[in-house]
Nanobody
Framework: QVQLVESGGGLVQPGGSLRLSCAAS????????MSWYRQTPGKQREVVAT????????NYADSVKGRFTISRDNAKNTVYLQMNSLKPEDTAVYYC?????????WGQGTQVTVSS
Protein backbone atom coordinates (compact mmCIF):
# COMPACT_ATOMS: atom_id res chain seq x y z
CA GLN A 1 0.00 0.00 0.00
CA VAL A 2 0.99 3.65 -0.32
CA GLN A 3 3.21 4.93 2.45
CA LEU A 4 4.94 8.23 3.09
CA VAL A 5 7.06 8.11 6.21
CA GLU A 6 8.57 11.35 7.50
CA SER A 7 11.54 11.50 9.84
CA GLY A 8 14.07 14.00 11.13
CA GLY A 9 11.87 16.27 13.20
CA GLY A 10 12.69 17.34 16.72
CA LEU A 11 13.59 20.20 19.01
CA VAL A 12 16.15 22.74 17.80
CA GLN A 13 17.30 26.15 19.00
CA PRO A 14 16.63 29.28 16.95
CA GLY A 15 19.23 29.60 14.24
CA GLY A 16 19.74 25.86 14.09
CA SER A 17 19.18 23.35 11.31
CA LEU A 18 17.21 20.20 10.72
CA ARG A 19 16.88 17.87 7.75
CA LEU A 20 13.55 16.16 7.19
CA SER A 21 13.26 13.02 5.11
CA CYS A 22 10.21 11.38 3.58
CA ALA A 23 10.51 7.81 2.35
CA ALA A 24 7.87 6.79 -0.17
CA SER A 25 6.59 3.37 -1.20
CA UNK A 26 3.62 1.81 -2.94
CA UNK A 27 3.52 4.14 -5.93
CA UNK A 28 5.76 5.35 -8.76
CA UNK A 29 7.59 8.06 -6.85
CA UNK A 30 9.35 9.58 -9.86
CA UNK A 31 6.02 10.44 -11.50
CA UNK A 32 4.79 12.59 -8.61
CA UNK A 33 5.43 16.15 -7.62
CA MET A 34 6.56 16.17 -4.01
CA SER A 35 5.87 18.85 -1.45
CA TRP A 36 6.35 19.64 2.19
CA TYR A 37 3.49 21.27 4.08
CA ARG A 38 3.24 22.42 7.65
CA GLN A 39 0.44 23.03 10.09
CA THR A 40 0.09 24.64 13.50
CA PRO A 41 -2.94 24.29 15.81
CA GLY A 42 -5.89 26.35 14.64
CA LYS A 43 -4.36 27.16 11.27
CA GLN A 44 -4.73 25.72 7.80
CA ARG A 45 -2.06 23.47 6.42
CA GLU A 46 0.26 25.54 4.23
CA VAL A 47 2.66 24.50 1.50
CA VAL A 48 6.30 25.10 2.33
CA ALA A 49 8.13 23.78 -0.73
CA THR A 50 7.45 21.80 -3.90
CA UNK A 51 9.73 19.94 -6.29
CA UNK A 52 8.88 18.64 -9.74
CA UNK A 53 9.24 15.03 -10.82
CA UNK A 54 12.80 15.31 -12.08
CA UNK A 55 13.86 17.77 -9.42
CA UNK A 56 14.65 20.51 -11.91
CA UNK A 57 12.16 23.05 -10.55
CA UNK A 58 11.44 24.01 -6.97
CA ASN A 59 9.11 26.52 -5.37
CA TYR A 60 9.06 27.90 -1.86
CA ALA A 61 6.77 29.84 0.40
CA ASP A 62 8.03 33.39 0.86
CA SER A 63 8.50 32.75 4.56
CA VAL A 64 11.16 30.08 3.98
CA LYS A 65 12.92 31.28 0.81
CA GLY A 66 16.67 31.36 1.26
CA ARG A 67 16.50 29.18 4.38
CA PHE A 68 14.89 25.90 3.29
CA THR A 69 15.89 23.62 0.41
CA ILE A 70 13.80 20.80 -1.00
CA SER A 71 15.47 17.97 -2.90
CA ARG A 72 14.66 14.45 -4.01
CA ASP A 73 16.42 11.21 -4.82
CA ASN A 74 14.27 9.22 -7.22
CA ALA A 75 16.57 6.21 -6.92
CA LYS A 76 15.84 6.10 -3.18
CA ASN A 77 12.19 7.20 -3.41
CA THR A 78 12.93 9.91 -0.89
CA VAL A 79 12.34 13.64 -0.65
CA TYR A 80 14.21 15.91 1.74
CA LEU A 81 13.75 19.29 3.33
CA GLN A 82 16.89 20.97 4.58
CA MET A 83 15.91 23.68 7.04
CA ASN A 84 18.50 26.25 8.07
CA SER A 85 18.34 29.41 10.18
CA LEU A 86 15.25 28.09 11.90
CA LYS A 87 12.93 30.51 13.66
CA PRO A 88 10.34 29.94 16.39
CA GLU A 89 7.63 30.61 13.82
CA ASP A 90 8.79 27.54 11.89
CA THR A 91 7.42 25.40 14.71
CA ALA A 92 4.78 23.10 13.24
CA VAL A 93 3.95 19.58 12.22
CA TYR A 94 5.56 19.02 8.83
CA TYR A 95 3.83 16.75 6.31
CA CYS A 96 5.12 15.12 3.16
CA UNK A 97 2.78 15.18 0.14
CA UNK A 98 2.85 13.37 -3.18
CA UNK A 99 0.72 14.81 -5.97
CA UNK A 100 -0.17 13.75 -9.47
CA UNK A 101 -3.22 15.48 -10.89
CA UNK A 102 -6.13 14.74 -8.57
CA UNK A 103 -4.19 12.14 -6.61
CA UNK A 104 -2.74 13.17 -3.28
CA UNK A 105 -0.93 11.06 -0.72
CA TRP A 106 0.05 12.28 2.74
CA GLY A 107 2.45 11.21 5.41
CA GLN A 108 1.63 11.14 9.10
CA GLY A 109 3.68 14.23 9.92
CA THR A 110 6.73 14.99 12.01
CA GLN A 111 6.91 17.64 14.72
CA VAL A 112 9.46 20.43 14.42
CA THR A 113 9.86 22.67 17.45
CA VAL A 114 12.14 25.70 17.39
CA SER A 115 12.70 27.01 20.88
CA SER A 116 15.47 28.07 23.22
Amino acid sequence: QVQLVESGGGLVQPGGSLRLSCAASGFTFSMYYMSWYRQTPGKQREVVATITTGGRTTNYADSVKGRFTISRDNAKNTVYLQMNSLKPEDTAVYYCNANRGLINYWGQGTQVTVSS
